[in-house]
């Protein structure tokens, strides 16, 4: 088993920025890819962004890249989604996964994550 628990959500002024976090328990975290998504209103889960296990690799959506990191500290089990620049088109509730797949990447499938933490809320105010 493996519990996740976001944070750092909250109301910005677009261009603004937010740094979120994810902590992680159970299992040890250097077992499993992590990855953000995100779900607006009306609309599909989204892919953000990925991180390798050994958080050498990150993948990110087309939308976000270039204003959003993702990185990981395997040693305090967590990660974290700076996100600068944003848009009011980045409002959603944010939500990490956890990926328990045996594997040297991380996926932008959200059918592969094992593991759901219960979101935090991000608004874009224009």
């Known amino acids: 088993q493996v519990q996740l628990v976001e944070s750092g959500g909250g109301l910005v002024q677009a261009g603004g920025s937010l740094r979120l976090s994810c902590a992680a328990s159970?299992?040890?975290?250097?077992?499993?890819?992590m990855g953000w998504f995100r779900q607006a209103p009306g609309k599909e889960r989204e892919f953000v962004a990925a991180?390798?296990?050994?958080?050498?690799?990150?993948y990110y959506a087309g939308s976000v890249k270039g204003r959003f990191t993702i990185s990981r500290n395997n040693a305090n089990y967590t990660v974290h989604l700076q996100m600068n620049s944003l848009k009011p088109e980045d409002t959603a509730v944010y939500y990490c996964?956890?990926?328990?797949?045996?594997?040297?990447?991380?996926?932008?499938?959200?059918?592969?994550?094992?593991?759901w933490g219960q979101g935090t809320q991000v608004t874009v105010s224009s």
């Open positions: 991180i390798s296990r050994s958080g050498g690799t990150t």
């Open positions: 996964a956890a990926d328990l797949t045996p594997g040297w990447g991380a996926s932008a499938r959200p059918h592969e994550y094992d593991y």
């Open positions: 159970g299992r040890p975290f250097s077992m499993y890819a």
